[in-house]
Each structure stands twice: as structure tokens, then as C-alpha cells.
């Protein structure tokens, strides 16, 4: 397999690449491969090389400056945007983040990320795709393309196996070569072959022994000798442990800085004859290549010299988010289907915390601040005519602290050891958290000794208030001028050092306090500057939690509501403690209260619908109790615009299921991700993750893979196949224009002769389309088999083999919904 074909403007930037190479001698060369802070790579004007920039992906680009005061545009979650099953949308969203990029001064993405959804327990669930590598590596590939549209890198993660979080820097995944290959390099190949990404990140994590920076047959062999990768391969953060391991094993940068194990480590090895320096002069060139590709190798033509037409971030984001939502039942009472609505008909009673406070985003890196968030309540309102809506909590799963947002107006303060103020920025919420150079303009690390966070509170409701801390060092905290703690908090012992970041919150003081009277808040830290810390970073928080009140009571006055209305709508949600990075989940449960709300809610409103505002499976046990649930994933900052739109109709949820809903945990293929005490993951599954393993195991999930509901009907008519492509004619049967996705799985049907002796799934998807359709039209749907779906990673000989023989091609709503088929015989 070959990299992009080589043009006019590859070999310009090639002669530019080993002519800047060629004057730098050993110590420039070894700097360039270190991460000079926590974003970017330092500038080399003899060859007139600018700083690379890269930033967190994979929903919104962040920018060097990781606080809300530089707001960016948030998009749907990668479960949302694999749910649309559109490669061309991802593409568009890859456009969007180009332009965001090229706003905030960004060269390369750090996305996306196409690890598999193994276990719905993985802590970055919401960040993947899918389980199933064909349809990752389809959405991936749309995405990869649309950023390098717009002439910025992608760095495509985390190469591989980075599947879950518990002990995510030690862990060793033990995954035999077919499942390997068949399953978690499948999607980073794909992309390689057909989006040629310019970078690929390398995971915290350990396959099958060797650390992933310094896999040597992975990167080397396999990435770039079989695959033909030209990008660049950098670390993930703080992943590379060793200088000649790293090197040798193919890493080409060490992230971030400036203490890393390249740079002058990286110069003294060589020195010392341990690692060659023509393999330096190789890494380098990929760096250089990536610094032309993006436009800041003076003398090499930039791939993009003409960014994309502008596009219009709310209303991509706004359409995604609907294309996303996956109604997985609609229940037809009377003839009449619960969803759309009518929005000129009757009263909505709206109920749950996240229809107010809207859960858009998951946590972790791939946090960024949006300008504005759309909320369902806000959606609702503005969609419905006066009156028509009421709106109630119902359930609060917010019993855990959380960073301060809502009331709080606060400024971060930062003095010198004398008192002297060296700055103060306004902050959005209670968080602090400056990495490396991202200290605010003015501020010197070393001269910095205590960073305040200082303003008002002005409670929403009356009553006890909690109020906690987050982050290391010396803290002291004031609500209404009382010091309510004072203490050290020290790092711990996790081998995480991001910990700190994502580490647990802890609670400080509880104080009384009356709605709409603001009060003086405070919460001051003596930096820690711990020299065995990786990288200068000041990073705690200020966190609250309002007050708690009796659930049952809650749960009453929805009821009321729901009762007086002609339909209720409830939203559940999952936390940040719930689903962010830096750890996994511990169940699939939602979070409070939130059951039982649906439950009493639904007893006395036959018409209610239930929206599922998470970003990964969680376990709906009311489903079949109540008239429709709609997924909305994490849906971005238009989320609420956008449910709005498909509530009442104006649109159709566009979305499919990109991985199996479990009815319960303990049915899922893969339900614990804890390693062994000796730190291995045993991938003992095999090949059968996702609904490989369900169909084997002949359990039935809540909804399955490719499930999802429009609002107008399809029937499929006819199809025709061959080896290589299936023709699939079907009628919008229904009463209104709708869009269809199309699925095709291969079914091995068995045969005496010729079978292979490993066993292989029941079906497998091959390929997809989607089709739009006014109501009677009848569309057809070309679907290209790619010859790697006949194919299984042999073993024995290391190599792909193609299984020739009988299949069934299957047309297909879902994998458990399947409309036609046709027989082909292969030859190989
Ligand atoms: C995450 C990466 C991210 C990096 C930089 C790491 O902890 O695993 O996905 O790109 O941090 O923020």
C-alpha cells in the first residue's frame, strides 16, 4: 500500500525539506523533536522554520490557552458524529476545525481519535467512534480530510489499543495479530490509505509488552513500512519514557516540554553512540515535512494556499447535532407515532437538570469553551408559542461538586512572593489551569507564587451550599469573607500525572445561603512548584454544589407537571464525574434520581418522551415504558436548537447506532477493564467485540448496532450483487421526505470445502450509503465492497487472506434488521 500519490508540490516541499535539514547541525536537529512547552515545537529561523502549533480535538480546537476566556466552537461528540454515519458531514466538521484552527493559530489538530469501543466502560467512550473498525475508519477518513482541506494537520489517535483508561500510562494489552489487525489497526489503516493523515499520535499504553512510543514493528514496520505513513508520530503527553527506546522504536516527537526525552538527552545519546544519527536526520525530515505541509518551512509551498469557503460553525454544529440524535423507539399509539410533535398543539412539560444545564461535551483533553451553549430548555422556549412549555428539575444528578459556573463572576488574580500583582484575567468558571507558557500575558512562572480566585456568587436557590477544591498546593478558601479552609494538598501517588488535572474533587465547607444575595468568594493557591514536575502548570479549581434537595420532592413536582401537561419530556444525563477522561466507568447506570423520574413521570403521562443526553451507552431500564427515546449523544453547543428541530418536527433524527446499546452491563461483551495485578489487559474476546460478540453470544441488547428510527418509512425492493458492489433500490414508503442509511453486512455462509479454520463473526458490516427520498420516490444505493472485507488477517502467515467462497450480501436497517439478501460466490 502507497502513501498519496506524489505531485509537483511533494517533491518542491522534499527538496525544501532536505535543504533545511542539511544546516542544522546536531542540537538544533534534537530540540526540534522536543515539545519547547506544552503546545508547540520551537522555531528554527536559520532555516526559516516558524513554531508548530498543535491543540486538542477532537470536537472544538481548544488553543494554546486551555481556559474559557478564548472561547472555541463545540461540535457534537465522536459518538455523535459516527452516529450520523456521513463521512461527507465529518468531512464538513474537519472543515469547520480547520477554520478554527487557522483562527486560533493552530497547525495540527491533535484528533481524531478512532480508538474502538471495546467495553461501553471505557472512560473516553464518548471521544471514539464505534466497535466497529469499518464504520471508525469511514468517519475518521471524512474527518482526516476535511481538516487537511483546510491546510491543517491531523494527528490521528492514539496508535493503538488505548481501548480504555484504568492504569492507562502502564497498562499492557495483550491482543493477538488477527484481532490487531482485524479490529484496532483497522480504523488508523483505512485513514492512512484513504485520508493521508499528516500525523499519528502514539498511546500511553503497552501491546503486547513494548510501550507504544517505542514500538518499533508497529511504527516502523507496520505503520510506515506496510502502510507507507509519511506524517509525523508524536507522543502522547508525557507517553515517551525513553531517548534510544523512543528513537529506535520510531517516535519522531516528544510532547510536551521542555523537559522531554529528546532534546539534549536525545543529542547526548548520539553522542554516546547509542543511537545512530541518520535516524535522528529521519525524524526530523518527518517534522520538517509536517512544517511544510502546514505552510512554515520558508520555501515550500503549503498543500493549502487557499483555505475552504468559509463555513457558518452554528449551524453545522446545529445539524450535526440533529443528523446525530438516534430515536431508538417511537412508539405508534392510535395509529400515530409519539414523535414529531405538534407544535401548535398542546403544553410540553419539561423535565431533568440537563435540560437546563446542558451536557454538550464530555471531560477531559477534549474539553473546550464554547461562547454560547444552546440548551433544550433554551431550544424549547424559543421554538414554542408563549405558555406552552413548563419546565421543572425533577432530578438532579449533580450531587457531586463541580467547577463553579453558574453565578459565580470571577477573576483569576496572580501575585509575586512580595504581594506585587502581576495580573488579573477575568475567568468564565472556577478553573484554573495553565500548562507550560499558557500562563496569562504578563506572568513569569518562576516569579509567580499565589494565583487567587477571586469574585462574587450570587445563588440560584436558597439553602446549604457546598463548596470544594480541585488541584495541588497550598489553598486557602473564603465564602463571604470567612476563610472556611486552609490546608496543603499534596500530589498523590497516582501514576497518572494528569491526575491533578482530572483527580477527584474534594469537599471544603458547607455555608448557608439565600437565593439572589451575592456573596464574596475566594479560593487562593500557593503554587506548587515540586521540581520532579514534568512541566510548569498552575492547575486547581473552585468547585460548588447547590443545595441538595429531598429527590422525592423533586420527582413530586414533576409529576404535577407532567400530569397537567398533554406531553412530557425528560432528560437524563451522565456527569463529569461520570464520563470524562482519566478514568473508566464503574456501571452504566444513570446518575441519581434520574430512573425513577422517567418511571413516575411516565405513570402519569402516557406521552412522554425521554432524550438521553450521554456520550456512551448507559441503562435505560423504564425503555419500553415509555412513548419515545431520542439519543442526543453530547450535542454541542446547538444541541438544544437542535432537539428542538427534531422534537417538533422540523427535521428528522438522522442518526444509526455506531455501537450496541446494552440492556444491562453484564451483558456486554466486555464488562471490566481492570488489568491484572501484574498490569495486563488480556483482550481474550478475540475478534468478537460489539455486535461480532453479541450475535455469537445470541443475547438480545436494548437497541442494536445500526438501530435507529426516522420519521418517514422505507422499503427495501430489490438488490443486486457481486464481489465487489451491491446496487440496493428502495421507496420512501412513508408520509414525509426522509433519509435512509443503507447497511450491508457480509454473511460467510458455510460451506464443506474451503472455509476457513478460524472461526469468523455471523456477519460483519462491509459498507454503507445514505439515500434522501421525497415521500413514494424511490432511490438506489451503490455500495463498493472493498475487497478487505473478504479478508482475514492469517496468523500463520502474517499476512491479509482473502476467504473465497459463498456469502450472503445483506441489506440492512440494522444488523438485527435485516431486508434483503443476495448470494455471491467469490473466487480469490
Ligand atoms: C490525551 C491526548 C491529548 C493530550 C494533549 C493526553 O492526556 O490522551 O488525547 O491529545 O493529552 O492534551
Redesign the pocket.
Known sequence: MAGAPSTGADEARNDAVEAALGKLDLDAKTRLLAGQDQWSLPALPQIGLASLVMS??PVGVRGVRWTADDPSVALPSPTALAAAWDPGLARRAGRLLAQEARRKGVHVL??P?VNLHRSPLGGRHFEAYSEDPFLTGAIGTGYVQGVQDGGVGT?V??FVA?DAETD?FTVDNVVTPRPLRELYLAPFEAIVANAHPWGI?AA?NTVNGTSMTEHRYLQREVLRGEWGFDGYIVS???AARSTTGALIGGLDVA??GPKTVYGPALAAAVRAGEVEEAAVDEAVRNVLRLAARVGVLDGAPAVVTEPPATVDGDALTREIARRSFVLVRNDVRDGRPALPLDPAAGTIALSGAAARDARILGG???TVFPDHVVSPLDGLTAALPEGALTYTVGADPSTELAVAEKGFALAAVCTAADGRVLASDPLPNGRVQWVGSDLPDGVAFDELHTVEIRGTFTPRESGEHTFGTRGVGGLTLAVGGETVFEGEQGRGTDSDP?AAFFGKPTERARVELTAGVPVEVSLRDVVHKADDLPMAAVSFSLLHLGPQFDPDELIAEAVEGARAADTAVVVVATTDAVES?GFDRKDLKLPGRQDDLVRAVAAVNANTVVVVNTGSPVELPWRDDVAAVLLSWFPGQEGGAALADVLLGAEEPGGRLPTTWPAVLADAPVSDTTPTAEGELHYTEGVFIGYRAWERAGTTPAYPFGHGLGYTEWSYETIEATGTEVRVRLTNSGPRAGREVVQIYLAPVASADGAPTVERPARWLAGFASVEAAPGESVEARIPLPRRAFEIWDEESGSWTYVAGRYEIQAARSVADRRLSAVVDTEA
Do not use: C, I, Q, V
Open positions: 486538542d480535538g491533535l484528533a481519535t494527528t489517535k492514539h488505548n492507562r499520535m500511553y502522547d503527553w508525557l510532547m510536551p477531559g483533553s477534549a494528569f477522561e
